[in-house]
């Protein structure tokens, strides 16, 4: 079963204005990537990881879609649903107009592609992620108090059916932190609905995510938090060949770590000891 969280074009994309940062992105995709490579297949989220720090994901889709309605790149959409299913999630294949035998590497893109994402996987990635986090944030004194939080300090959230992933304390003061070890970006309804409930339950916002688009990065400043980028997914143990294939196949930012590395906590400890208590 493929998860549904793992869209590749989500909704929100769809109704932001054309940006001209778009015809920047088609003009390095044409001569960096296609031009450079005409004998590869390349699939949607690959092409925005490789260029998310140059372009917002939604950019780079956007750019292929229109590279592709004109005519300068070949594609194909291709479900990731069960056969007979039609709805669901969907995934894109593009390839310079000179690949002639580009069936082949489509197939096997395809197939590794429902590999990883496959909904008993991600679900293990995500819960993952947040038990690296559990042992990590601990090393720099930040203490667990709490997890799938919706009440806290006695005020409870009642608007959604949300819940912050985990709260922790340190220096007196208390974080609401979210966990998001995944490839694509935070959906922004969700982002913008955990900084209400922080705000709601007095609680700090911190966000752990792989990556985040700076619009982002700054909605969480503004609301006096933080947000730490730790760039690379990260696999669950025993899964180091499988992220190996993943990153040399795809050129995706995926690893299979041990541990969080020390500097990565250190950049969260730093910023919230300036807020502390002294």
């Given at each position: 079963?493929?998860?549904?969280?793992?869209?590749?074009y989500?909704?929100?994309?769809?109704?932001?204005?054309r940006?001209t940062?778009?015809?920047?992105?088609?003009?390095?995709?044409?001569?960096?990537?296609?031009?450079?490579?005409?004998e590869?297949?390349?699939?949607?989220?690959?092409?925005?990881?490789?260029?998310?720090?140059?372009f917002?994901?939604?950019?780079?889709?956007?750019?292929?879609?229109?590279?592709?309605?004109?005519?300068?790149?070949?594609?194909?959409?291709?479900?990731?649903?069960?056969?007979?299913?039609?709805?669901?999630?969907?995934?894109?294949?593009?390839?310079?107009p000179?690949?002639?035998?580009?069936?082949?590497?489509?197939?096997?893109?395809?197939?590794?592609?429902?590999?990883?994402?496959?909904?008993?996987?991600?679900?293990?990635?995500?819960?993952?992620?947040?038990a690296?986090?559990?042992?990590?944030?601990?090393t720099?004194?930040?203490?667990?108090?709490g997890?799938?939080?919706?009440?806290?300090?006695?005020?409870?959230?009642?608007?959604?059916?949300?819940?912050?992933?985990?709260?922790?304390?340190?220096?007196?003061?208390?974080?609401?932190?979210?966990?998001?070890?995944?490839?694509q970006?935070?959906?922004?309804?969700?982002?913008?609905?955990k900084l209400?409930m922080?705000?709601?339950?007095?609680?700090?916002?911190?966000?752990?995510?792989?990556?985040a688009?700076?619009?982002?990065?700054?909605m969480?400043?503004?609301?006096?938090?933080?947000?730490?980028?730790?760039?690379?997914?990260?696999?669950?143990?025993?899964?180091?060949?499988?992220?190996k294939?993943?990153?040399?196949r795809?050129?995706?930012?995926?690893?299979?770590?041990?541990?969080?590395?020390a500097?990565?906590?250190?950049?969260?400890?730093?910023?919230a000891?300036?807020?502390?208590?002294?």
């Open positions: 079963m493929i998860d549904e969280e793992y869209l590749e989500p909704e929100e994309w769809e109704d932001r204005p940006d940062k778009i015809d920047e992105a088609k003009a390095e995709l044409l001569d960096e990537l296609f031009a450079k490579q005409p590869e297949v390349f699939y949607a989220r690959q092409v925005e990881v490789m260029y998310e720090r140059r917002f994901h939604w950019i780079t889709a956007k750019a292929l879609r229109e590279l592709h309605a004109e005519g300068r790149i070949r594609g194909q959409e291709r479900s990731l649903s069960p056969v007979g299913v039609t709805s669901g999630v969907r995934m894109h294949l593009y390839w310079s000179k690949n002639r035998y580009w069936k082949r590497q489509a197939n096997e893109i395809e197939a590794l592609v429902r590999r990883f994402s496959d909904s008993r996987f991600t679900s293990a990635i995500g819960q993952h992620g947040e690296m986090f559990d042992a990590a944030l601990p720099a004194g930040f203490l667990p108090s997890r799938a939080v919706r009440e806290f300090g006695g005020r409870q959230w009642v608007a959604t059916r949300h819940d912050l992933d985990r709260v922790f304390g340190r220096g007196g003061r208390n974080y609401g932190v979210e966990i998001k070890n995944t490839l970006y935070i959906v922004k309804e969700e982002l913008e609905i209400k922080c705000a709601h339950l007095g609680l700090v916002p911190v966000f752990i995510v792989r990556m688009p700076a619009n982002y990065i700054e969480v400043r503004v609301a006096g938090g933080f947000t730490l980028v730790f760039e690379h997914q990260l696999y669950p143990y025993g899964y180091g060949e499988f992220a294939e993943v990153r040399e795809l050129g995706m930012k995926v690893d299979c770590p041990r541990a969080i590395a500097g990565t906590i250190e950049r969260v400890s730093k910023w000891k300036k807020g502390e208590k002294p």
